[in-house]
């Protein structure tokens, strides 16, 4: 009978977190067919949404402007003007039913030389009929209001058309009154130009903006169309990020992304050349031993074999490059020690000394450096130490060294000094190649000089 473990429970689906604007709009109180039409037709493109961010505010603080400020002003100063007007005539008609009708011209002819543009007096005369309204009239309203406040007599006024002037007739004991004032008298008339002057600024702020937005979204959008090209394999030309802080950033973490692939990549390519090179040669020797029959040396057969197998494992080494390993909290002094016992190096550190690592890839880079060190001079010595932002390991021997004019061919992929190209030393090539590829793929480095012992000093550095 065979037996199978219980299928584990299906994991619920985790939700899509919610747009900020969204919730917004959701704790506004907005239904939901309306948050769907606004998801549907607002602009997708960078450029258009940061306009809306200026031009919305921009459009609702105008508004209550107009309506809180504006209106409310006009409708103030409107409500004065009429009342002035409307005590005015009520004085007027008070005076022409009060005096006799020999000073009635005299009368007249002040008010009209000092409180009106004209002032008419007919005896004869009757109320015209009453005249159409307009269907919002805040003149006709409130100086209509005002006259019948103060007169208390019946009149007619007319304020419709564009004339610069208002009639108002009112009928007293000694005929009717006509009275034609000007209608900058009877109501707040500059208000259109605060209106004229609000839309003037906006335009003007929206012009600015417009050009500033413009400028700020070319660089995201060049980078973009660079990432682009870069991933579709085609060369990017001259390219210099430019723009904010925040998107020269995302620029030099571009370009320096795309040197690690690059060098990832040339890195992968010599690396196979080398394997191809050295396999075929050792098939070569398998096709000459296999030639000479029985008189075939067997035991230098199982060493080519062992020596691919080796060439294999680096390879994959190199090629896998713990890329799926998690960075841990590692005690470095601890794993300084583990690796340096078997070889017999001396080494020092600080107790207790921590950093963020892939552990297993630290160790290996470790490891190829001091295997390197211990195949070239008796005596190896490693040495840690960091400050708050980077943790710096030195691996120093008193070997022959190298040439600073070939240390940094040394980290190429199976790379051999003249002195070492035979293999009866061992080793592939590859140990300083994946030491760099580790130390890169942490955020640092590794790079060699001369050591005090007089040999080489291979130094790593390591973000912490």
């Keep these: 009978m065979t037996l199978t473990a219980p299928a584990a429970p299906d994991q619920p689906a985790r939700p899509k977190a919610r747009p900020l604007w969204r919730k917004v709009l959701r704790w506004l109180g907005f239904p939901p067919p309306l948050e769907r039409w606004l998801r549907r037709h607002l602009p997708r493109r960078l450029f258009p949404r940061s306009l809306l961010i200026i031009v919305m505010p921009m459009l609702l603080l105008q508004s209550v402007v107009a309506f809180v400020f504006l209106y409310r002003h006009w409708e103030g100063m409107t409500v004065r003007l009429s009342d002035a007007t409307a005590s005015e005539l009520a004085t007027l008609a008070d005076l022409i039913e009060r005096l006799p009708a020999d000073e009635h011209e005299a009368i007249l002819a002040v008010a009209s030389d000092r409180l009106f ?126 723009g904010a802080l925040e998107v020269r950033q995302a620029g030099w973490a571009f ?89 017999g190096a001396a080494w020092t550190a600080p107790k207790h000394l921590t950093a963020t690592l892939r552990p297993a890839a630290t160790r290996r880079m470790l490891r190829n450096l001091v295997d390197n060190a211990a195949a070239h001079a008796d005596h190896v010595d490693v040495r840690a130490a960091a400050d708050e932002h980077w943790l710096t390991l030195t691996v120093a021997d008193a070997g022959p060294g190298i040439a600073p004019v070939a240390r940094e061919a040394v980290f190429n992929p199976f790379h051999r000094l003249d002195n070492a190209r035979n293999r009866d030393r061992g080793g592939t090539g590859l140990g300083l190649t994946i030491a760099r590829d580790i130390a890169r793929k942490h955020g640092g480095d590794v790079s060699l000089s001369t050591a005090s012992l007089g040999g080489l000093r291979a130094t790593v550095r390591l973000p912490r």
């Design 117 to 242: 543009h004209e002032v008419e007096l007919f005896p004869d005369a009757t109320l015209p009929g009453p005249e159409p309204k307009a269907f919002f009239s805040l003149l006709d309203r409130t100086l209509s209001r005002r006259i019948a406040q103060h007169v208390e007599r019946p009149f007619w006024i007319d304020t419709i058309g564009s004339s610069r002037f208002v009639e108002v007739r009112v009928k007293t004991d000694a005929g009717i009154l006509r009275v034609i004032t000007r209608r900058s008298s009877t109501y707040a008339t500059n208000a259109h130009i605060t209106l004229v002057w609000m839309a003037g600024t906006s335009l003007v702020l929206i012009a600015v903006a417009l050009i500033i937005l413009r400028g700020q979204v070319r660089p995201i959008q060049e980078l973009a169309a660079v990432a682009e090209r870069f991933g579709r394999g085609r060369t990017i030309g001259e390219f210099r990020p430019h």
């Design 255 to 343: 370009l320096e992304m795309r040197a690690r692939i690059e060098r990832q990549m040339d890195q992968r390519t010599a690396m196979l050349a080398g394997v191809s090179h050295d396999l075929r040669t050792m098939l070569t020797r398998f096709r000459l031993e296999l030639a000479l029959g029985e008189e075939a040396d067997h035991k230098a057969m199982n060493s080519d074999v062992d020596e691919m197998q080796a060439i294999l494992e680096d390879y994959l080494t190199f090629a896998r490059a713990d890329g799926d390993e998690a960075s841990d909290n590692v005690n470095v002094t601890e794993l300084i020690q583990d690796v340096t016992v078997p070889y």
